[in-house]
């Protein structure tokens, strides 16, 4: 049987606030074209169910009940989401909580002044999963002045689907990446792993770690992108629940499993667990990698480990 010639195709689009390709392999540029456009539009889709910048999306139909007080019945993918957000609620000991995207109020960073604490602390009157009541489909907010956000899951879960949709399609060689969110569909052509850069906190310029995977996906939590410096302070946009403050051990962390979403909130959640993070990400068993304030590094991902990986991934 004559194997199938296959050429490499790449799609650039902009989506969830951040630059976004498709790469992959097909037999022709119709077939290419077809498949990254319909993996596009689903995640474009996913973007005007869920963002908060919209006033029309489903999430501010949410918000629009969370401001009162009152209950929704959600549809099957949104309850989706919700319970995977519980269950990382319950398994990061309420650190991961996507309620906590109201404290965003208080977090100005484009001003470069921190916020009153008096403000922070009316704000954490209203951050807690654990407040709401969730008997799928139902979705009720007893508190009114709270809000939720899926701003710590809807992208990963959008890369997730975007392969899905492409391997059922029957692509087997590609990767999806939306700003860094990265879900392998497959190896290259050839047979040849993806090579993956990851880059440095502090100068996004330089590529800290290249690694190679032929399966599975990768993301990414860090400072990076949002941050503000006072005093010599580096405060970044990734707020603790708890406290209502910036995650001050670690600068960035990068985590690769089997599904995206998993690698995000796994990264979010070692973040968020400061100085016991490095540890709890050992206990994941999953290949990681961190930066702490310190500009130390560690975790299976470094330079000297990650040769490991190859045959493995």
Same mark, same amino acid.
């Given at each position: 049987?004559?194997?199938?010639?296959?050429?490499?195709?790449?799609?650039?689009?902009?989506?969830?606030?951040?630059?976004?390709?498709?790469?992959?392999?097909?037999?022709?540029?119709?077939?290419?074209?077809?498949?990254?456009?319909?993996?596009?539009?689903?995640?474009?889709?996913?973007?005007?169910?869920?963002?908060?910048?919209?006033? $029309?999306?489903?999430?501010?139909?949410?918000?629009?009940?969370?401001?009162?007080?009152?209950?929704?019945?959600?549809?099957?993918?949104?309850?989706?989401?919700?319970?995977?957000?519980?269950?990382?609620?319950?398994?990061?000991?309420?650190?991961?909580?996507?309620?906590?995207?109201?404290?965003?109020?208080?977090?100005?960073?484009?001003?470069?002044?921190?916020?009153?604490?008096?403000?922070?602390?009316?704000?954490?009157?209203?951050?807690?999963?654990?407040?709401?009541?969730?008997?799928?489909?139902?979705?009720?907010?007893?508190?009114?002045?709270?809000?939720?956000?899926?701003?710590?899951?809807?992208?990963?879960?959008?890369?997730?689907?975007?392969?899905?949709?492409?391997?059922?399609?029957?692509?087997?060689?590609?990767?999806?990446?939306?700003?860094?969110?990265?879900?392998?569909?497959?190896?290259?052509? $050839?047979?040849?792993?993806?090579?993956?850069?990851?880059?440095?906190?502090?100068?996004?310029?330089?590529?800290?770690?290249?690694?190679?995977?032929?399966?599975?996906?990768?993301?990414?939590?860090?400072?990076?992108?949002?941050?503000?410096?006072?005093?010599?302070?580096?405060?970044?946009?990734?707020?603790?629940?708890?406290?209502?403050?910036?995650?001050?051990?670690?600068?960035?962390?990068?985590?690769?499993?089997?599904?995206?979403?998993?690698?995000?909130?796994?990264?979010?959640?070692?973040?968020?667990?400061?100085?016991?993070?490095?540890?709890?990400?050992?206990?994941?068993?999953?290949?990681?990698?961190?930066?702490?304030?310190?500009?130390?590094?560690?975790?299976?991902?470094?330079?000297?480990?990650?040769?490991?990986?190859?045959?493995?991934?």
């Amino acid at each position: 049987m004559k194997a199938k010639c296959l050429s490499y195709y790449r799609y650039a689009f902009k989506a969830m606030g951040s630059p976004c390709d498709i790469q992959l392999y097909a037999e022709t540029h119709g077939k290419a074209k077809q498949v990254a456009d319909a993996a596009i539009a689903d995640v474009h889709r996913l973007e005007a169910l869920y963002s908060r910048y919209r006033s $029309d999306s489903f999430l501010s139909a949410i918000n629009r009940v969370a401001a009162t007080g009152g209950r929704i019945t959600v549809d099957t993918e949104t309850a989706g989401l919700l319970s995977y957000a519980a269950t990382c609620h319950d398994q990061s000991d309420g650190l991961f909580d996507i309620t906590s995207g109201i404290l965003r109020r208080a977090w100005r960073f484009d001003l470069g002044k921190l916020p009153d604490q008096a403000q922070v602390q009316e704000l954490l009157d209203k951050v807690g999963w654990h407040k709401l009541r969730w008997t799928p489909p139902v979705l009720e907010f007893p508190n009114p002045g709270m809000e939720i956000d899926f701003g710590g899951v809807v992208k990963e879960y959008a890369v997730d689907r975007a392969a899905t949709l492409c391997r059922e399609a029957g692509i087997h060689h590609g990767v999806i990446n939306l700003g860094g969110d990265i879900k392998i569909i497959g190896p290259r052509a $050839d047979g040849s792993p993806w090579r993956i850069g990851i880059r440095d906190p502090r100068c996004k310029e330089v590529v800290m770690q290249t690694i190679l995977l032929k399966d599975g996906a990768l993301a990414s939590s860090g400072d990076y992108e949002r941050c503000m410096i006072v005093d010599g302070v580096r405060y970044g946009h990734v707020l603790n629940p708890k406290t209502g403050w910036p995650a001050r051990r670690l600068v960035a962390v990068s985590v690769v499993a089997d599904f995206c979403v998993v690698a995000g909130s796994a990264s979010t959640i070692a973040m968020l667990k400061e100085d016991s993070g490095p540890a709890w990400l050992e206990s994941l068993r999953l290949p990681h990698l961190w930066v702490d304030v310190q500009n130390e590094t560690g975790g299976t991902l470094l330079p000297n480990k990650a040769e490991q990986l190859r045959n493995i991934l």
